[in-house]
C-alpha cells in the first residue's frame, strides 16, 4: 500500500486541481493500493500565493485577512473529516472552488452550502467544528508539516507500506509524477519517515 500526504494550500487554484487529482488516481494504479491524506498548509508563501489567486494586494491587512481565512477553513475541513475522508475533501474542494473560481466570499451560508452538497450532518459538523478532537488532528497536520519540512504547496510525500522506514517526497505533486516515480523507483528521493 501507498500512503500519500499531499500538502495544500487552503487556497490555493493549483492545489485544487491537484486535490481533484488525487482523489482519481486509484484507477490509474490498479496494481497499487494507495491511500492518501490532504493537508492543509498555511504559511507566507501560501497567504501570497492566495492573495494572488483572489487579485489582492499584498498588504499587511490583506495578509492577515487571508491568514484567517485559511485557518477557518482548515477548521471546517478537519470538522468534515470526521465523517468521511472523501466527504471531507470534496467538501475542503468545494469551498476552495466557490471562493476561488466564483470569486464568493467565505460566508456561513458558503459553508451550509458545501454541507448539503457533500451531504454531511450539520449538527454534527458544527459540533465537531468546536470539539478538540478537531484542535488535536489540526495540530497533528502541522506536526506532519513540521516533521516533513514542507514549505511549498502542492508537495507530497509518499510512504510505501513495505519500507516504512523512508518515505518519498514530490515536489509539485501531479499524477504524472506519481506515474514516473512508480515506474522507476530509482529515481526516490528518499528522506527519513517520521514517527506518526
Not at 486541481?17 to 490509474?28: A, W
Not at 467538501?91 to 452538497?117: M, R
Not at 519540512?149 to 515536489?171: G, M
Amino acid at each position: 500500500m501507498l500512503e500519500i500526504y499531499l500538502f495544500v494550500s487552503p487556497l490555493g487554484s493549483r492545489c485544487l486541481r491537484r486535490e481533484l487529482e488525487l482523489m482519481t488516481c486509484q484507477k490509474n494504479f490498479t496494481s497499487t493500493k494507495i491511500c492518501y491524506q490532504v493537508i492543509p498548509l498555511i504559511n507566507q508563501e501560501t497567504i501570497y500565493r492566495a492573495l494572488a489567486d483572489l487579485h489582492r494586494t499584498p498588504s499587511m491587512k490583506n495578509q492577515q485577512a487571508i491568514n484567517i481565512l485559511m485557518n477557518h477553513i482548515t477548521l471546517d475541513y478537519q470538522a468534515a473529516l470526521l465523517q468521511g475522508k472523501k466527504r471531507g475533501i470534496k467538501f475542503l474542494c468545494k469551498l476552495q472552488s466557490t471562493i476561488i473560481h466564483d470569486q464568493q466570499p467565505y460566508t456561513q451560508q458558503l459553508v451550509a452550502e458545501a454541507i448539503n452538497d457533500v451531504k454531511l450532518d450539520p449538527e454534527q459538523f458544527y459540533l465537531d467544528r468546536k470539539s478538540k478532537l478537531v484542535q488535536q488532528a489540526i495540530q497533528q497536520m502541522n506536526r506532519l508539516v513540521h516533521e516533513f519540512k514542507i514549505q511549498e504547496p502542492t508537495s507530497a510525500v509518499l510512504i510505501d507500506s513495505q519500507n516504512e522506514q523512508y518515505a518519498s517526497f514530490i515536489s509539485d505533486f501531479s499524477i504524472q509524477k506519481l506515474t514516473q516515480l512508480l515506474n522507476q523507483p530509482n529515481t526516490l528521493n528518499l528522506i527519513p519517515a517520521p514517527r506518526t
